[in-house]
């Protein structure tokens, strides 16, 4: 189904792992918990990846939507 709107797709990958590709070149997944109009996206189980491989385990983090450059489900 084609979203309609950019956040009926967020809404859609709420609770599942997603890749946040963020502008200053880091990568995160997680699982999308949380977001809100601003993009803002509140992640559990978060990592920061570097290469495929996972750099450091981060919990549970909130990234300012203005920050990021691209989400998308985990491959």
Known sequence: ????RPL???NRAR???IVVELKNQK???GTLKAFD????VVLENAEEMVDGETKR???VV?????T????SPEK
Request: aromatic share 4%.
């Open 1 to 4: 189904m084609e979203a309609s």
């Open 8 to 10: 009926d797709a967020l």
């Open 15 to 17: 609770d599942k792992r």
């Open 27 to 29: 990568q995160l997944v």
């Open 37 to 40: 109009i601003h993009i803002n």
């Open 57 to 59: 385990k981060l919990g």
């Open 62 to 66: 909130f990234v300012r939507g203005d």
């Open 68 to 71: 990021i450059i691209l989400i």
